[in-house]
């Protein structure tokens, strides 16, 4: 009886979070966002939701894979979150994917 050897595959920290970062910047409406708070120290959601044509509830699912990405960082502010790019995260996102197109 022939067994199989094949090793189950374990993504290094480093592949995980090009994932992670990857995933948030698959859609272009979080691409745009990620724009927008780059050329602006901070923003609010409600002034997101004035410039994007888009439901509320979509931002927010928008944000929130940004958020859980750690490519923003938000803080709450009742009665509203303000948004910013968080300037670690985006520095190691741009590293990483600098190395992966490097490949």
């Known amino acids: 009886m022939e067994t199989n050897n094949v090793k189950p595959i374990t993504p290094s920290i480093e592949e995980q979070k090009l994932a992670r970062y990857a995933k948030a910047l698959?859609?272009?409406?979080?691409?745009?966002?990620?724009?927008?708070?780059a050329n602006q120290?901070?923003?609010?959601?409600?002034d997101l939701s004035q410039e994007l044509p888009i439901?509320?509830?979509?931002l927010s699912q928008h944000l929130k894979e940004l958020k859980e990405?750690?490519?923003?960082q938000g803080q709450t502010e009742p009665p509203r979150i303000?948004?910013?790019?968080n300037k670690n995260n985006w520095e190691e996102a741009k590293n990483l994917f600098k190395d992966f197109w490097a490949l």
């Open 41 to 46: 120290a901070c923003c609010y959601s409600g």
């Open 82 to 85: 303000k948004y910013c790019v």
């Open 55 to 58: 439901a509320k509830s979509t």
């Open 69 to 72: 990405s750690g490519l923003i």
């Open 26 to 37: 698959g859609h272009p409406i979080r691409v745009y966002i990620l724009n927008l708070l």
